[in-house]
Protein backbone atom coordinates (compact mmCIF):
# COMPACT_ATOMS: atom_id res chain seq x y z
CA UNK A 1 0.00 0.00 0.00
CA UNK A 2 1.19 3.75 -0.90
CA UNK A 3 1.01 5.85 2.00
CA UNK A 4 2.00 9.79 2.43
CA UNK A 5 4.80 10.32 4.79
CA UNK A 6 2.94 11.36 8.17
CA UNK A 7 0.75 8.64 7.98
CA UNK A 8 2.62 6.64 10.30
CA UNK A 9 2.63 10.09 12.98
CA UNK A 10 -1.04 9.61 12.68
CA UNK A 11 -2.66 9.62 16.01
CA UNK A 12 -6.33 10.54 17.15
CA UNK A 13 -6.56 13.34 19.78
CA UNK A 14 -9.74 12.08 21.47
CA UNK A 15 -10.41 14.34 24.07
CA UNK A 16 -8.01 16.80 23.25
CA UNK A 17 -9.92 17.29 19.96
CA UNK A 18 -12.07 20.26 19.02
CA UNK A 19 -13.95 18.96 16.19
CA UNK A 20 -14.45 15.47 17.37
CA UNK A 21 -16.13 12.98 14.24
CA UNK A 22 -18.38 11.67 16.95
CA UNK A 23 -20.72 15.10 16.28
CA UNK A 24 -22.40 16.14 13.38
CA UNK A 25 -22.05 13.00 11.20
CA UNK A 26 -24.62 9.98 10.89
CA UNK A 27 -23.00 7.11 12.01
CA UNK A 28 -23.40 4.07 10.13
CA UNK A 29 -22.63 0.23 11.99
CA UNK A 30 -21.69 -2.21 9.43
CA UNK A 31 -23.72 -5.83 9.52
CA UNK A 32 -21.01 -7.80 11.23
CA UNK A 33 -20.55 -5.44 13.87
CA UNK A 34 -24.92 -4.70 14.20
CA UNK A 35 -25.15 -8.59 14.79
CA UNK A 36 -22.65 -8.27 17.18
CA UNK A 37 -24.38 -5.58 19.12
CA UNK A 38 -27.57 -7.49 19.02
CA UNK A 39 -25.77 -10.40 20.93
CA UNK A 40 -23.95 -8.07 23.23
CA UNK A 41 -24.59 -9.36 26.58
CA UNK A 42 -24.76 -7.19 30.06
CA UNK A 43 -25.86 -3.54 30.40
CA UNK A 44 -23.38 -2.30 27.74
CA UNK A 45 -25.51 -4.26 25.51
CA UNK A 46 -28.61 -2.91 26.44
CA UNK A 47 -27.26 0.58 26.63
CA UNK A 48 -26.15 0.06 23.04
CA UNK A 49 -29.33 -1.38 21.21
CA UNK A 50 -31.17 1.43 22.77
CA UNK A 51 -28.98 3.74 21.35
CA UNK A 52 -29.64 2.23 17.80
CA UNK A 53 -32.06 1.79 14.82
CA UNK A 54 -32.15 -0.12 11.45
CA UNK A 55 -33.10 1.85 8.42
CA UNK A 56 -33.39 1.03 4.88
CA UNK A 57 -29.59 1.33 4.55
CA UNK A 58 -28.75 -0.59 7.54
CA UNK A 59 -28.15 0.35 11.36
CA UNK A 60 -26.83 3.11 12.42
CA UNK A 61 -26.33 4.92 15.66
CA UNK A 62 -29.33 7.17 16.72
CA UNK A 63 -27.83 10.94 17.76
CA UNK A 64 -28.98 12.91 20.36
CA UNK A 65 -30.60 16.17 19.67
CA UNK A 66 -27.59 18.03 19.60
CA UNK A 67 -26.33 15.78 17.10
CA UNK A 68 -23.68 13.88 19.12
CA UNK A 69 -23.16 10.00 19.65
CA UNK A 70 -25.02 8.78 22.30
CA UNK A 71 -21.72 7.26 23.39
CA UNK A 72 -20.20 10.66 23.35
CA UNK A 73 -18.65 11.26 26.99
CA UNK A 74 -18.42 15.06 28.07
CA UNK A 75 -14.78 15.19 28.41
CA UNK A 76 -14.78 14.33 24.37
CA UNK A 77 -13.73 10.62 24.79
CA UNK A 78 -15.52 7.21 23.54
CA UNK A 79 -18.14 5.52 26.17
CA UNK A 80 -17.84 2.48 24.92
CA UNK A 81 -14.11 2.39 24.23
CA UNK A 82 -13.61 3.52 27.78
CA UNK A 83 -15.78 0.56 28.83
CA UNK A 84 -15.09 -2.43 26.46
CA UNK A 85 -11.85 -1.09 24.14
CA UNK A 86 -11.44 -1.09 20.71
CA UNK A 87 -12.60 -3.80 19.38
CA UNK A 88 -16.43 -3.10 20.17
CA UNK A 89 -15.88 -0.09 17.85
CA UNK A 90 -18.09 -0.42 14.42
CA UNK A 91 -16.23 -0.20 11.10
CA UNK A 92 -16.70 3.16 10.18
CA UNK A 93 -15.41 4.33 14.05
CA UNK A 94 -12.31 2.14 14.16
CA UNK A 95 -11.14 3.66 10.59
CA UNK A 96 -11.83 6.96 10.68
CA UNK A 97 -10.79 9.32 8.83
CA UNK A 98 -8.19 6.79 7.28
CA UNK A 99 -8.85 6.04 3.97
CA UNK A 100 -8.28 3.44 1.09
CA UNK A 101 -8.89 3.89 -2.89
CA UNK A 102 -7.53 1.78 -5.99
CA UNK A 103 -5.87 2.99 -9.15
CA UNK A 104 -4.59 1.01 -11.73
CA UNK A 105 -0.83 1.68 -12.90
CA UNK A 106 -0.10 1.54 -16.61
CA UNK A 107 0.56 -2.43 -16.40
CA UNK A 108 -3.24 -2.85 -15.42
CA UNK A 109 -2.26 -3.71 -12.15
CA UNK A 110 -4.37 -2.54 -9.48
CA UNK A 111 -2.21 -0.44 -6.39
CA UNK A 112 -3.49 0.74 -3.16
CA UNK A 113 -3.24 4.29 -1.83
CA UNK A 114 -4.15 5.07 1.91
CA UNK A 115 -4.05 8.30 3.50
CA UNK A 116 -6.12 10.28 6.65
CA UNK A 117 -9.22 12.39 5.39
CA UNK A 118 -8.09 16.13 5.99
CA UNK A 119 -11.34 16.12 7.96
CA UNK A 120 -9.89 15.55 10.68
CA UNK A 121 -7.45 18.17 12.79
CA UNK A 122 -5.02 15.86 13.65
CA UNK A 123 -4.30 15.34 9.80
CA UNK A 124 -4.37 18.84 8.88
CA UNK A 125 -1.81 19.28 11.60
CA UNK A 126 0.67 16.41 10.71
CA UNK A 127 0.39 17.90 7.01
CA UNK A 128 1.69 21.35 7.50
CA UNK A 129 3.04 20.51 10.14
CA UNK A 130 6.31 20.42 7.41
CA UNK A 131 7.38 22.79 4.43
CA UNK A 132 9.26 20.24 2.38
CA UNK A 133 8.24 18.34 -0.72
CA UNK A 134 4.97 15.46 0.45
CA UNK A 135 6.64 12.45 -0.03
CA UNK A 136 5.01 8.47 -0.38
CA UNK A 137 6.48 5.36 0.56
CA UNK A 138 5.51 1.67 -0.04
CA UNK A 139 4.50 0.57 3.22
CA UNK A 140 4.61 -3.15 2.01
CA UNK A 141 8.59 -2.78 1.30
CA UNK A 142 9.59 0.24 3.07
CA UNK A 143 10.69 1.77 -0.09
CA UNK A 144 10.68 5.18 -0.76
CA UNK A 145 8.60 6.53 -3.81
CA UNK A 146 9.70 9.93 -3.76
CA UNK A 147 7.59 13.21 -4.42
CA UNK A 148 3.72 13.29 -5.96
CA UNK A 149 5.13 14.03 -9.57
CA UNK A 150 7.60 10.64 -8.56
CA UNK A 151 4.56 8.67 -7.14
CA UNK A 152 2.42 9.47 -10.55
CA UNK A 153 5.50 8.69 -12.77
CA UNK A 154 6.17 5.22 -11.03
CA UNK A 155 2.13 4.79 -11.61
CA UNK A 156 2.64 5.70 -15.23
CA UNK A 157 -0.55 8.27 -14.45
CA UNK A 158 -0.68 11.40 -16.90
CA UNK A 159 1.02 14.51 -15.86
CA UNK A 160 -1.13 17.19 -16.11
CA UNK A 161 0.31 19.49 -18.82
CA UNK A 162 0.56 22.84 -16.53
CA UNK A 163 2.51 20.51 -14.43
CA UNK A 164 2.37 19.97 -10.68
CA UNK A 165 3.63 23.34 -9.34
CA UNK A 166 0.97 25.05 -7.41
CA UNK A 167 0.07 28.33 -8.84
CA UNK A 168 -2.52 30.86 -7.14
CA UNK A 169 -4.84 32.69 -8.96
CA UNK A 170 -5.20 35.77 -7.38
CA UNK A 171 -7.72 37.36 -10.27
CA UNK A 172 -10.88 38.56 -8.65
CA UNK A 173 -13.13 37.24 -11.26
CA UNK A 174 -11.67 34.02 -11.28
CA UNK A 175 -12.03 34.09 -7.16
CA UNK A 176 -16.24 35.16 -7.98
CA UNK A 177 -16.08 32.02 -10.31
CA UNK A 178 -14.65 29.57 -8.03
CA UNK A 179 -17.15 31.20 -5.19
CA UNK A 180 -20.21 31.00 -7.51
CA UNK A 181 -19.41 27.14 -7.78
CA UNK A 182 -19.29 26.20 -4.41
CA UNK A 183 -22.19 27.77 -3.69
CA UNK A 184 -24.03 25.35 -5.95
CA UNK A 185 -22.66 22.71 -3.64
CA UNK A 186 -24.69 21.01 -0.90
CA UNK A 187 -23.57 23.07 2.62
CA UNK A 188 -23.08 20.99 5.16
CA UNK A 189 -24.18 23.49 7.61
CA UNK A 190 -25.76 27.31 7.95
CA UNK A 191 -21.84 28.15 9.34
CA UNK A 192 -20.69 26.80 5.58
CA UNK A 193 -23.11 29.31 3.96
CA UNK A 194 -22.64 32.19 5.69
CA UNK A 195 -18.45 31.76 5.11
CA UNK A 196 -18.85 31.85 1.17
CA UNK A 197 -21.98 34.75 1.71
CA UNK A 198 -18.77 36.67 4.07
CA UNK A 199 -15.99 35.57 1.08
CA UNK A 200 -18.20 37.02 -2.14
CA UNK A 201 -19.13 40.39 -0.22
CA UNK A 202 -15.12 40.80 0.49
CA UNK A 203 -13.36 43.07 -1.94
CA UNK A 204 -10.09 42.17 -0.73
CA UNK A 205 -9.54 38.59 -2.01
CA UNK A 206 -6.54 39.30 -4.18
CA UNK A 207 -5.01 38.90 -0.07
CA UNK A 208 -4.75 35.29 -0.47
CA UNK A 209 -1.71 36.21 -2.97
CA UNK A 210 -0.51 37.51 0.31
CA UNK A 211 -0.67 34.46 2.49
CA UNK A 212 0.89 32.66 -0.50
CA UNK A 213 4.15 34.88 -1.23
CA UNK A 214 4.43 36.35 2.11
CA UNK A 215 6.92 33.40 3.11
CA UNK A 216 8.62 30.54 1.27
CA UNK A 217 7.21 28.47 4.47
CA UNK A 218 3.55 29.04 3.43
CA UNK A 219 4.26 28.35 0.05
CA UNK A 220 5.57 25.12 1.35
CA UNK A 221 2.66 24.50 3.25
CA UNK A 222 -0.18 24.93 -0.10
CA UNK A 223 1.79 22.90 -2.24
CA UNK A 224 2.23 20.05 0.38
CA UNK A 225 -2.12 20.79 0.70
CA UNK A 226 -2.12 20.88 -3.49
CA UNK A 227 -0.14 17.39 -3.74
CA UNK A 228 -2.07 15.50 -0.81
CA UNK A 229 -5.63 16.76 -2.39
CA UNK A 230 -4.23 15.64 -5.94
CA UNK A 231 -3.29 12.47 -4.39
CA UNK A 232 -6.63 11.84 -2.59
CA UNK A 233 -8.49 12.28 -6.01
CA UNK A 234 -6.81 10.04 -8.21
CA UNK A 235 -9.16 7.14 -7.93
CA UNK A 236 -12.38 9.66 -8.23
CA UNK A 237 -10.86 11.53 -11.33
CA UNK A 238 -9.49 8.23 -13.10
CA UNK A 239 -11.42 8.48 -16.27
CA UNK A 240 -10.77 11.88 -17.03
CA UNK A 241 -8.14 13.99 -18.17
CA UNK A 242 -5.10 14.83 -15.71
CA UNK A 243 -5.85 18.38 -16.27
CA UNK A 244 -9.37 17.96 -15.32
CA UNK A 245 -8.21 16.99 -11.79
CA UNK A 246 -5.33 19.53 -11.57
CA UNK A 247 -8.36 22.28 -11.81
CA UNK A 248 -10.37 21.03 -9.06
CA UNK A 249 -6.54 20.79 -7.02
CA UNK A 250 -6.06 23.89 -7.66
CA UNK A 251 -9.25 25.92 -7.43
CA UNK A 252 -9.69 23.78 -4.23
CA UNK A 253 -6.68 25.08 -2.58
CA UNK A 254 -7.72 28.53 -4.33
CA UNK A 255 -10.69 28.47 -1.68
CA UNK A 256 -8.72 27.25 1.35
CA UNK A 257 -6.35 30.33 0.27
CA UNK A 258 -8.92 32.84 0.78
CA UNK A 259 -10.75 31.22 3.66
CA UNK A 260 -7.33 31.16 5.33
CA UNK A 261 -6.71 35.02 3.98
CA UNK A 262 -10.27 35.98 5.95
CA UNK A 263 -9.80 33.86 8.95
CA UNK A 264 -5.73 33.75 9.95
CA UNK A 265 -6.44 29.69 10.59
CA UNK A 266 -4.73 27.93 7.74
CA UNK A 267 -5.36 24.12 9.47
CA UNK A 268 -9.12 25.11 10.12
CA UNK A 269 -9.39 26.50 6.17
CA UNK A 270 -8.32 23.19 4.94
CA UNK A 271 -10.61 21.04 7.48
CA UNK A 272 -13.69 22.89 6.97
CA UNK A 273 -13.28 22.52 3.25
CA UNK A 274 -12.60 18.79 3.16
CA UNK A 275 -15.18 18.36 5.92
CA UNK A 276 -17.81 20.37 2.88
CA UNK A 277 -16.54 18.80 -0.43
CA UNK A 278 -14.47 15.91 0.18
CA UNK A 279 -16.70 13.96 2.75
CA UNK A 280 -20.05 14.66 0.32
CA UNK A 281 -19.15 12.02 -3.16
CA UNK A 282 -21.92 14.78 -4.82
CA UNK A 283 -20.18 17.68 -4.08
CA UNK A 284 -17.02 16.23 -5.41
CA UNK A 285 -18.73 15.01 -8.45
CA UNK A 286 -20.53 18.25 -8.97
CA UNK A 287 -16.84 20.31 -8.88
CA UNK A 288 -15.29 17.18 -10.99
CA UNK A 289 -18.25 18.13 -13.75
CA UNK A 290 -17.34 21.80 -13.38
CA UNK A 291 -13.65 21.36 -13.63
CA UNK A 292 -14.40 19.53 -17.24
CA UNK A 293 -16.37 21.99 -18.13
CA UNK A 294 -14.46 25.13 -17.63
CA UNK A 295 -16.80 26.24 -15.35
CA UNK A 296 -13.89 27.41 -12.88
Known sequence: MILPDFYGRFRCKAGACQHTCCRGWDIDIDDVTADYYQQLDGPLGEAIRQHIAEGPDGWHFCLTAEGNCPFLRPDGLCQLIRQAGDDILCDICALHPRFFQVVENGSGQAIELGGVGLCCEA?????????GPLTF????????IGSLAQLLKWLDYPLPRKGLAYEPDTAEKD?????????????????WTAQLKTLQAQTA?????????????????YQRIYDYIFYRQLETFADVPSDFLATYVGRSTDFIALTAAATGDLPEAVRRWSEQIEYDTDNVALLKKAAAAGEF
Open 123 to 131: ACELLLSET
Open 137 to 144: CDSETGRS
Open 175 to 191: HERLLAVLGRTEPIDDA
Open 205 to 221: NSAASTVLTGNKGTAGR
